[in-house]
């Protein structure tokens, strides 16, 4: 079974690009990566999905590298409206499919 | 569209005591998933349920059950509550077709359990 496992905290200033990265194993060729954002008393929000290579939405970019044992999500010029934790969630398609989250980045973006 | 709908927001149950937690998806979502979320175990999958029936589950004891009704709303039941099961408790909802497992989960804003 993977685990998947982030970095506890981060610090950023407004304006500068944040890459929080989740590391995992024993992921599949199709094994989906998600990323998720969590305000307090609130459930997570999308914020952007791959499975392989890169990804661009308006809000982030999305990083695999080839042996997918980690992935990156890149937020540019970061906001106050940032600050959150930032969830993985790795959808393992082996067998019984499970879904397994990342242990959270909580993100602290500083004026 | 309306978001995912959980009720209710706050618990507040005794040792021993059962709850029943409800949630109501997305219109056209036939998926709905269950997680419990404490601070020292994080996110964890608890079960998901399509077309009312237990498509997958997680790592949880017995006490841990659910159901889906026909209109794809769930509820979540856990009996005999420890101290331990004080949490909060997220559900989500997708499309749910095996073809579209991947697809984005939207999640409520939880019910907030605590037991004393």
């Known amino acids: 079974l993977a685990k998947t496992t982030q970095p506890i905290s981060m610090d950023s200033y407004e304006g500068q690009e944040v890459n929080i990265t989740c590391s995992h194993n024993?992921?599949?060729?199709?094994?989906?990566i998600t990323w998720y954002q969590q305000f307090p008393s609130q459930g997570p929000r999308f914020i952007i999905q791959?499975?392989?290579t890169k990804v661009t939405n308006e809000v982030a970019s999305l990083f695999i590298p080839a042996d997918r044992k980690s992935s990156t999500l890149s937020l540019p010029r970061v906001s106050l409206s940032d600050t959150a934790v930032y969830y993985c969630l790795v959808l393992l398609t082996s067998g019984t499919y499970k879904y397994i989250f990342g242990t959270g980045t909580r993100l602290k973006v500083l004026a | 569209k309306a978001g995912v709908t959980q009720t209710p927001r706050y618990l507040i149950k005794t040792r021993g005591q059962q709850v029943t937690l409800s949630c109501s998806p997305i219109?056209?979502?036939?998926?709905v998933s269950w997680y419990q979320q404490t601070p020292g175990q994080g996110l964890q999958f608890l079960f998901e349920?399509?077309?009312?029936?237990?498509?997958n589950k997680g790592n949880f004891p017995g006490r841990f059950s659910g159901r889906q009704f026909s209109n794809s709303r769930s509820e979540m039941n856990v009996s005999t509550l420890e101290l331990g099961d004080s949490a909060l408790y997220l559900c989500a909802s997708s499309p749910g077709g095996l073809q579209v497992l991947h697809s984005p989960l939207h999640f409520g804003n939880g019910t907030r359990l605590t037991v004393t």
């Open positions: 349920y399509f077309s009312e029936t237990q498509r």
């Open positions: 219109s056209g979502h036939r998926s």
């Open positions: 791959g499975y392989k």
């Open positions: 024993n992921i599949a060729t199709n094994d989906y």
